[in-house]
Structure formats: C-alpha cells, structure tokens
C-alpha cells in the first residue's frame, strides 16, 4: 500500500543535492540493506503498479530531487524538466510567437502529446483540444522527486504514452511551511517573485493527516528590443536583393502596399506583376520597399520592417494556485484519501502591428485621393488593359464549339473602375497585437485503498479535472471592413504610406475578438496488487502482480466569437469551433516473476504487462498494448536490464474533431522557384494547378514565404502504435563504496503518427512537383483550385487535415553516473568530516528521424540539426551535472550544461549570404547556489544562472545595414524560432541573481 512510510521511504532514500540522477535498479538481498526501505514494507515506483520490496524496474527511470528545484533557483518547473537530455524544450516562459503562455515537456522530441504527465502516479488535467499538461498548474514547492521513464508505458497506464512518462510526486508537509524567492538579472529587469505556503498535521488520533497549500507568482514582462541581440530582426534577404537590413531597422512603414497579379483571364498581355505606390515606391512583404529607380525594383536598405522589439522575450505571468491533500485511516488497513488543486493563471502575448494580406477589390475613384497623379494613372491603364484583355477572352471563348469535349465557358465579368489587387500593409497606427490568456482549472480526487489480506491491497479512485481558458485579443483588423474601405462601399482608407491611417480609418478596421477553451477529464480506476501468498520460484522472491480496469472520458471544446470563427480576423488566426468528446474502457494487468536469487548474489526476474482499451471512436475500437522485460544480475555489482513496450496514442480531441483554421506556415512554392523556369515536367504541373502559361519560375508567384493553408481534424483518425526498446546495465562497485553508473540504449519507433496531411503545406507541395509529379495525385489536387492568378492565396487555401500518415524514430544512449564520498574537511561540523557528492545525466541522440509521409523515402533527419524544418535544436549529446559540497548547515553547489554544436537542416540554403548562420556551436552554461541552514527552522539560498553572461552577441552593421563579422553562433538571424535565437533551448536572460527564504515551524 501507498501510505504515509512509502512517502517517508521515498524521501529517505533521495540522496541530497544527487539531482538530475536516475535512480540505479539495485537488487536487495535484505531489505534492511538499505535504510529506506523496512523490513516488509512494499513500495510503488514509477513504471509499474506492483507494490515491491525493492525499487528494481527493467525500465530506466531518472529521477529528480525537490532539492534541484531549490538549487537552481527555478519557481516554473519546466526551467528544470527542460535541463533533462531526454527533453527537447516545449513551449516556455519565452515563447511569445509561437507561444500560449502554457509550458509543456516533450520527451525525445516526439512532441508534448506523446508525453505522459502524471502527478502522484495519477493524471493530471490538461489545458486544451489536443489534451496537453500545462506544467504551470504544478505546485513546484511541494515537489519530493520527479520520476521520468524513457519509452512507451500504455500499458500500465493507458494512452499518450508513447515517449515516456514524467511523473511529480508531491510530499505531505508536517507543520507550517513559508517561503518566497525573487529572481532579477544583471541588467536589473525581468523580475520574479513567488510566495508560498503550506500547512500540514495529522488528526484523529493519528489516523490521518492533511496539507493545504497556496502561492502567488508574478514574473515581469521583458521585452525584444530590451537586449541587443533581438532588438532587430535579423534579414535573410538574399544578397542580389540588395543589404538586407539597415541599423535601427525602419520603425516606420513604407508608402506603397499593391502588387498586381494579372487578370482574372490569366493572359500574358497584362502586366502582371507591377507594383506601385506614393511617389513611386511601393511596399510589399512584411513592409520590405522596392524601389523602382531605375527599372529594377531593387530593395532598398533600411526598409525592412522591424517586427522585433514589440515582442515579449519574457512573457508576464501572474499565477493563483490553492490545494490539499489528505488521508484518513477509516478502519485498520483502509484508508480514504483525496486531492484538490485549483490554478488560475494569467498570461499575456504582444505581436507587433497587425500585417493585412491577401487579395482585395480597389475601387479607382475611391483610392484617388491618396495617390499622386501617375500612380494613379498606372491604376486606370491596368483597368483599361484588363477591361479589353477580359472582353477579348469573352470573344475568343465565344467562337469555342460548345460541344467540344471539355469545354466550358464561364463568361469574365469586367468591373470597370476596381482592380483586384494583392494587398500587403503592415498596419501600424493599430499598435501592437495583444492577447491576454485567463486559465482556472480544478482538479479533484477521492479514492480509498488498503489491504485486503497480509499479500494483497486495492486501490481505487475517480478524478475530474476541468480547465477553462478565456482569451481576449486587441489588435487585429476586420477583412470586411478593411475591403470595404477600399471598394467604395464604406468611407474610403488611406493605406498609401506610413501613419496614413486617422484614428477614424483605425476604428473603422479595428475589431476585437474573444474565444474560450474548455477541457475536461475524467478518470475512474480500480486494482489490487501484491503477491499469490508466498509463492515463488525457488529461493526468489514472491511473484507479483497487479490487475485492474480503468474508465476514462475526454471532453474538450473551443468557442471562438462570430469575427474568428466566420474567418473576418487579420491579425490572430481565425478558426472554427470544435468540440468533441470520447471515452474508454479497460482493463489491465502485470506480473512480476522472479526466477532466480542465488547466495552468490545472482539473480534473475521478468516481468510483463498487458491491456487491453475499448474506444468508443469507430476508427478505433479494441486496442491492446503490451510490455515484457527482464533483468539479469550475475553479480550483486551488476545488472543487466531489457525492456520491449507496445504503446499506442488515441487523437486527441483537437485532431479529431477540431475546427477548420487558417495557418501560415513558411513553405517554399516549387512553382514559384526560377530553377524550374524550362523544368517541363514541373511546368506542366503547376500549369495544371493554376498558374498562368508561361509563369512558373517567376518569384511573384509566392508573394510571401508564409504561405495560408486551412488545417482541422479528421474523425477518421485511429490510433498511433510505438515499439520502444531499452537495453542497459547498472553497476555498482562494493569496492567504490557511493558510485553508481547506468548505460541504457533505447529505440523508440512510431508509426502511423498523426500529423498534418502530406506531412504539411510544404511537403505537400515538395510531393506533387518533385516526387510524385502525377497531376491526379491527391497531392497535387490539395493544392489544385487554391491558386489566384498562379499564386496561393487567402482567397482558398488549401486544406491539410489531421491524417496517419507520419512515421517517428529516436534512438540512442543515456549515460548516468552518481558518486558521492565524505571528505575529511569541515568549516562547521565538529567532526571534521563534510560530503561531496556528483552528479551526471547525458544523452547521446543518434537519430530523431521523421518520415513525413508513409510510403515514400523522404526523411527529415533532426539528431543534431535545427532549423525550420526541425524546428528546436537537437544535439547530438546533452548533458547536466552538479557537483555539491555539504558542510553542515553549509551546501556550495554549482551545475553545467552542456549542448553539442548542431547544423541547419536546410541543405540547399546557404543562410550565411543572408546574415543568418549553418552551425551553432557548442553550448555551456555554468551556475552556483549558496544555501544555508541557520537552524532546523530557517533555510537562506542565495545564487546566479548562467555566471558568465552567455548570450547572443549584439550585431553590428555597416552603412548598408549589413552585419559586421561574424557574432557568436547563437545570433541566428531570420533562421531561428524567435528573437534571432531558440529562447526555449538558449538562455536569453544573461546572468540570473534568486535568493530564497523558507521557514518552517
């Protein structure tokens, strides 16, 4: 049973300061051999539901102690869990865009849905459709370890296991417990504070105890343009372009905003492609000019619009989180316990000035005001040319014999007086896009568990979980509005220029927009566990086992107001609603089997577990998951271990179901590439799809690298399956007495991975003009009928839905090493003698693989590697270790991290020609904790992150606005996620100060 010695057990047994260790698979011969564990006493661990005498498990399990949180000055968990090598950072406190004020774990990279988040061997509540933790609902103060287990684990405990599982175990606390901590930089900004509380006692006699605990956090907004290295955004501009950025950037808009794309008959006699504006230049892209002095529309330096410095490089948070925990003893043996929390959490957003895109209807006579007299005058020549381009397509089309097979014949409708046009205006008299996110979510648990005989317990609980999210976005623009203060039919808008926009025109476009998420879990378990009396086979041990069944429903929804779900928002993505719900019946079991336990220390046990889970989605239906593994032990100083897991992950609700939402992802257009102007094949294709005869291979083809696709759920999903493998061995040397070393390999393999259709918009394309190259493919037809005039555009994006069309595969070596020792020197203890202890937890990834569509040879390669394609950096090794000196009351600790150089995946850019880099180096960090024990009341931390101030160098330019040199390698340019870096995975801070108080009494 579960009870309050298993927690005290536990908590013995964490080695002070050994953080960031996993927890050596040890065999005990006599249970009293080690402290924590008593004599007949059986504990829970991580990875199984088998109470067991020993913490052996043939699954690697890391675990990190309460005390790295105190060390490392962290009040958000996920500034620790990110530290982990089996992590590659999810979203964070600096991610601002992409970013929803959430924080996340990713294990392996395989994505945050792939990971299990339990909390106390439970499950915790999710945040939103696709059923995410939001790791900022955990109480960090009341963390005693954190348990991560690498590979699939659906067996023992359902879905979304397919990575791993990271469970929190949360300590009862005896008395009162206080604390705060305030964290600053070196350049005095970016402040955080916390407050915390907790009381604890038992009651009746002894027969129960509760905690009830609370906190407030706030961390204070700091902003891009607050440091240099992200104070501009850093062009990739190609080099024939002109210099692509100038100092200081332009805060400031250009004049012009129009790109005409050709007719709605598509001929080559219009001059598609002409761009004008107010006195004769003209703005395009996300406000790059163009220059048309001379003829050759050159960029001119200076003009890049400089997105940066409105952007958060913290985000703000304020945070509200109340809970309890307690037990109580109804009758010798049977407990009843619960759990409650509730969080409401406070995050903001801020993007810069909204930029209007896509094709809108100029009405001449309206615009003319605006507009000096010639670039009116190119106005009504392309309404001339295309009034008789139209008429003569009419005639021509006219003279067609109707009963020609494939012939239909839709007259042009000509619109003398209003041209559509391409539009492009980055809409600063707006202001910034701003975004305020309002989580409350409640958890709670009530459960009962006990012995059922001196072999046998039960354990049986039901948890309900509900988050409800509300958004409020400012900022953002009316595409209605907007297109009818162009047409005429709404007083007219000057976007002619910069800051050309009254504050009537600004309310005139402006709207706001709301929506709201609501998720809800609900879990309903039941199992016994222990022993079949004392059998066993020889001298081994009793074999285990645990059976069991589960119910669990998911439910979750979101609401957006009429402008984001009828799509009339510039600015925040529109969407449509999605709701949708499902649940699960299962049933479980393990078995525990040790064959072998010999005088001699060797000893030999397997264990398995099998479930089996009923969806009631159709696509679905009965589903088994299964895990087998063994462990080998020829002396008591080492242990061989293996495991194999069958895991599976159901959609979830958003892929399910979601809503149909425009995105811009960046992709880059085949059609619009000038190596393929005299590819025929690819001519013919893209002909096919709607670009103009004679067009592909012009560059105005893809007016904007971020390309709009509509994505949305597919009812038709069914489960994703992973094989996962782990191999390793344990050593622990009697004659090195405190040194422990694991080596674990493990190989996870995903297939029918659920991922946007074709992999994505730009593997969409990449498959119907490069790969499969057949018209009728269903490639080549997502993209068919989005094109206006040869370019993709808002008018009809294409549709990538949710599909199983993905395969994964990681695969490599944790190495994990703890040693600690006594060291006959003391500044405070009377016997002169102190500890130093060690600590090391590494990876070495040898692939992160993805095959983005089934069926074909296309692999995206990420071990090692970053860029737009893999997105975070993936170093090839990671590691973390902390090497602490305890003196009595005293612990100096210091902590370094460690990130092997990676390569930009892109291999046909060569990202230095545009101020960007292909290798960001090698990666260290070092910090150091004081903390001192006044008396067994009063605790003092004081310490500094990243002591040496590492950080993106700030650039420096020529007159041409050109970078100088060449700053350290993790200044990245345009090839990054945000602020010319990967905030989640490089520190953007500097140099972090935190000193911390905790009282207890």
């Known amino acids: 049973m579960f009870n309050r010695k298993t927690k005290a057990s536990l908590l013995a047994s964490s080695v002070i300061f050994a953080s960031l260790v996993a927890t050596p698979a040890m065999a005990q011969d006599d249970p009293m051999a080690d402290p924590a564990v008593t004599e007949g006493e059986r504990i829970v661990v991580t990875g199984s539901r088998i109470a067991r005498q020993n913490v052996d498990t043939a699954a690697p399990v890391a675990v990190v102690d309460s005390e790295e949180f105190s060390l490392s000055g962290t009040v958000n968990i996920e500034n620790v869990i990110n530290t982990l090598p089996q992590v590659v950072p999810g979203f964070t406190s600096n ?95 970016a402040d955080r504070y916390q407050v915390h509380g907790a009381i604890g006692t038992e009651f009746g006699d002894g027969r129960g105890r509760a905690t009830v605990y609370a906190e407030y956090f706030n961390r204070e907004s700091l902003f891009q343009g607050e440091r240099g290295f992200s104070e501009f955004a850093l062009s990739e501009l190609p080099a024939n372009f002109g210099p692509p950025l100038q100092q200081g950037g332009s805060s400031t808009l250009p004049s012009g905003v129009l790109r005409y794309l050709g007719g709605a008959s598509g001929t080559a006699t219009l001059p598609a492609g002409t761009e004008f504006g107010n006195a004769g230049a003209v703005g395009f892209g996300t406000g790059v000019v163009f220059d048309d002095v001379a003829g050759d529309f050159r960029r001119r330096a200076g003009d890049a619009y400089n997105y940066a410095p409105v952007n958060y490089l913290q985000v703000p948070q304020e945070r509200y989180l109340l809970g309890g925990m307690a037990e109580y003893e109804i009758a010798d043996g049977h407990e009843v316990y619960t759990e409650v929390s509730f969080v409401n959490n406070r995050v903001a957003g801020e993007l810069a000035s909204t930029p209007v895109t896509g094709n809108f209807n100029v009405n001449l006579a309206a615009v003319q005001p605006f507009l000096i007299a010639g670039d009116f005058a190119q106005l009504q020549s392309i309404d001339a040319n295309e009034t008789v381009a139209n008429a003569a397509f009419n005639a021509a089309m006219a003279d067609q014999d109707p009963d020609t097979p494939g012939v239909q014949f839709t007259p042009v409708t000509d619109d003398p007086g209003v041209v559509n046009f391409f539009v492009q205006r980055r809409v600063t008299e707006t202001g910034a896009r701003n975004s305020l996110d309002e989580r409350n979510a409640f958890r709670v648990v009530g459960g009962i568990r006990g012995d059922i005989t001196d072999y046998i317990n039960y354990d049986a609980y039901y948890m309900y979980a509900r988050t409800r999210n509300s958004q409020i976005q400012a900022g953002n623009i009316s595409r209605s509005a907007f297109q009818a203060g162009l047409d005429g039919s709404a007083p007219a808008i000057n976007i002619f220029g910069a800051d050309t926009l009254t504050p009537t025109m600004v309310n005139q476009i402006s709207i706001l927009a709301q929506n709201s998420d609501i998720s809800e879990l609900s879990v309903a378990t039941g199992f016994l566990s222990g022993t079949f009396g004392d059998a066993a086979i020889g001298n081994a041990a009793p074999i285990g086992f645990a059976l069991g069944a589960e119910y669990r429903k998911v439910s979750s929804q979101f609401v957006p107001d009429t402008a984001l779900s009828s799509g009339d928002v510039i600015g925040f993505n529109a969407g449509q609603s999605t709701q949708g719900s499902y649940d699960v019946k299962e049933f479980f079991g393990e078995l525990d089997i040790p064959i072998l336990d010999t005088d001699s220390g060797m000893t030999l046990d397997i264990n398995l577990a099998g479930r089996y889970s009923d969806y009631s989605l159709e696509a679905i239906g009965g589903v088994w998951t299964y895990a087998g593994g063994i462990e080998f032990a020829p002396i008591p100083d080492v242990k061989f271990r293996a495991q194999y897991q069958r895991a599976v992950r159901a959609p979830n609700v958003g892929e399910l179901f979601g809503g149909r939402a425009i995105g811009f992802p960046t992709v880059s257009d085949p059609c619009a590439d000038a190596n393929n102007v005299n590819d025929a094949t690819i001519i013919a294709l893209c002909e096919g799809t709607g670009v103009p ?8 083809l893809q007016p904007n690298a971020q390309t709009p696709a509509i994505f949305g759920g597919n009812g038709n999903l069914f489960e994703e399956t992973s094989d996962s493998w782990t191999v390793g061995v344990v050593i622990q040397p009697t004659s090195v007495p405190g040194l422990s070393l694991t080596v674990d390999y493990f190989n996870i393999e995903i297939e029918n991975a659920i991922a946007n259709f074709g992999g994505g918009l730009n593997n969409t394309l990449n498959l119907c003009y490069n790969v499969v190259q057949d018209l009728s493919s269903i490639y080549c037809q997502a993209i068919n009928g989005s094109r206006v005039n040869g370019a993709i555009t808002t008018a009809n994006p294409p549709l990538i839905i949710s599909s199983n069309v993905a395969a994964l595969q990681v695969s490599g070596i944790d190495l994990q090493l703890n040693y600690s020792t006594d060291v006959p020197f003391s500044l405070f203890t009377s016997n002169g003698a102190s500890d130093l202890s060690f600590a090391f937890l590494g990876t070495w990834t040898e692939t992160n693989d993805t095959f983005p569509v089934a069926g074909f040879d296309t692999v995206i390669e990420c071990a090692g590697r970053f860029g737009t394609t893999c997105n975070n950096p993936t170093p090839s090794f990671k590691w973390t270790n902390r090497l602490s000196w305890v003196d009595g009351p005293m612990t100096v600790s210091t902590r370094w991290r460690h990130l092997s150089a990676v390569d930009d995946d892109d291999d046909n850019t060569d990202y230095t020609a545009f101020n960007g880099i292909e290798r960001i180096k090698a990666y260290d960090l070092i910090d150091l904790t004081l903390s001192y024990d006044f008396n067994e009341a009063l605790t003092f931390s004081v310490g500094v992150n990243n002591l040496f101030d590492t950080l993106p160098d700030t650039p420096t330019f020529d007159a041409n606005g050109v970078v100088q040199g060449r700053p350290n390698s993790l200044l990245l340019g345009d090839n990054q996620e945000q602020a010319n870096t990967y905030p989640s995975t490089y520190d953007v801070l500097g140099r972090d100060f935190f000193a911390s108080v905790l009282v207890r009494f």
């Open 95 to 189: 991610s601002n865009n992409p970013g929803n004020g959430t924080a996340t774990v990713d294990l392996r990279g395989l994505g945050a849905a792939r990971t299990m988040v339990l909390v106390n061997g439970r499950r915790w509540m999710f945040y939103d459709t696709a059923q995410q933790v939001d790791l900022n609902t955990i109480p960090q103060f009341l963390l005693e370890t954190v348990d991560v287990v690498t590979g699939g684990a659906s067996a023992v405990y359902g879905s979304d296991a397919l990575a791993g599982v990271v469970n929190f175990n949360l300590r009862h606390v005896d008395g009162v417990e206080l604390g705060g901590q305030y964290s600053i930089t070196d350049e005095w900004d």
């Open 693 to 700: 005869v004679g067009s592909t291979g012009d560059p105005d």
